[in-house]
């Protein structure tokens, strides 16, 4: 196989995941956590596939195929609480939610 090795996507895959990490950990905004949580994913995806390349194996890509899925439905929800949150006029800070009333 010709192109970058494992070691490469693992980096890439370890500055994602730390970048997202890192964006969690400041960020109060949900949208921006959530955005960061993405991130987050896709380092972790980036990873599994690399390794599935390495070893020759299908099993990587469908787990990553999985997260993806995974993804897709914590985005819908994050933002219907996102607009839900905005229609109420409600703070949109992490720190201030504690709970939906309605």
């Not at 196989?1 to 970048?19: D, E, H, K, N, R």
């Not at 390495?54 to 990587?60: P, T």
């Not at 899925?69 to 992490?94: K, P, Q, T």
Request: with cysteine; aromatic share 6%; hydrophobic share 55%.
């Amino acid at each position: 196989m010709l192109g970058p090795g494992v070691v490469w996507y693992l980096g890439i895959s370890a500055f994602l995941f730390g970048t997202g990490a890192l964006g969690v950990l400041v960020r109060r905004n949900p949208l921006i956590v959530l955005l960061s949580l993405e991130i987050m994913l896709n380092g972790a995806n980036l990873a599994l596939i690399g390794f599935a390349r390495e070893h020759g194996g299908g099993a990587g890509q469908i787990f990553a195929l999985a997260v993806m899925a995974v993804a897709a439905s914590e985005v819908c929800v994050g933002l219907g609480l996102v607009v839900a949150l905005n229609r109420r006029r409600l703070a949109m800070d992490v720190d201030r939610l504690s709970e939906l009333r309605g």
